[in-house]
């Protein structure tokens, strides 16, 4: 009797997300396919009914944190992108850049765990990560009271909030990147605080 289709995206997203576990945990290369079909419960000949290879899920790993962690993780923080604020986009870097993000090695955002692993990916796995920046730029972008729709109604007004937001996402993520670098480090906690301090000092000028 052939699995329904409900099934089929199950077992899917059950793949993916011990896949995403293993990627952050180990990194790409790090990582087989047996590894992660048997952290599934599954057998390896299953795989390609739902992958043509282990990049393919890769991209895919990378894709759902905005869905699947990543939502709860913006849950847990109080962060709704539905009400984009200066107040949220401060609940955004509270939360990215706190010490519980930094010790949740298995919950991580991509952009901390894999981003010498994607700068040497195919362009699939790199555009599921440009999308998390992106999500990400757009929040802060948004909370600073810009419509990254818009057309030309204030162009400076919208390049200067642009650029804010980008130089927000880069201390969110290139602090923690560097935090996870120097594991137990003095210099690592004080790095992730500055990056903090001075992202949501952004947020009030």
């Known amino acids: 009797m052939p699995y329904s289709s409900e099934h089929k995206q199950e077992t899917r997203a059950k793949i993916v997300e011990c896949a995403r576990i293993l990627f952050n945990r180990h990194g790409f290369q790090d990582v087989t396919i047996d590894q992660i079909m048997r952290e599934a419960g599954l057998t390896r000949g299953g795989f390609y009914n739902h992958f043509k290879s ?18 709860q993780w913006r849950q847990g923080a109080g962060v709704d992108p539905q009400k984009p604020s200066p107040d ?10 706190s010490s519980a993000h930094l010790g949740d090695l298995d919950g991580q955002c991509p952009m901390i765990a894999l981003p ?3 700068a040497r990916a195919n362009p699939d796995v790199q555009a599921s990560y440009q999308e998390l920046l992106e999500a990400m730029v757009w929040l802060f972008e948004s909370g600073a009271g810009a419509d990254p729709q818009a057309s030309n109604a204030n162009e ?4 200067l909030a642009r ?3 980008l130089s927000l996402a ?31 000092e952004m ?3």
């Open 116 to 118: 010498s692993d994607v």
């Open 203 to 205: 947020t009030m000028a």
């Open 156 to 159: 400076e007004a919208g390049q």
């Open 54 to 71: 282990k990049e393919a899920l890769y991209s895919a790993a990378v894709s759902s944190f905005l869905i699947g962690r990543g939502a």
């Open 88 to 97: 949220m986009s401060r609940r955004m870097i509270e939360g990215y850049l």
């Open 163 to 165: 650029q804010k937001a």
């Open 170 to 200: 880069a201390l969110c993520v290139g602090g923690m990147v560097l935090a996870r670098s120097l594991p137990d480090s003095t210099l690592a906690d004080e790095v992730r605080r500055a990056a903090h301090q001075t992202a949501t």
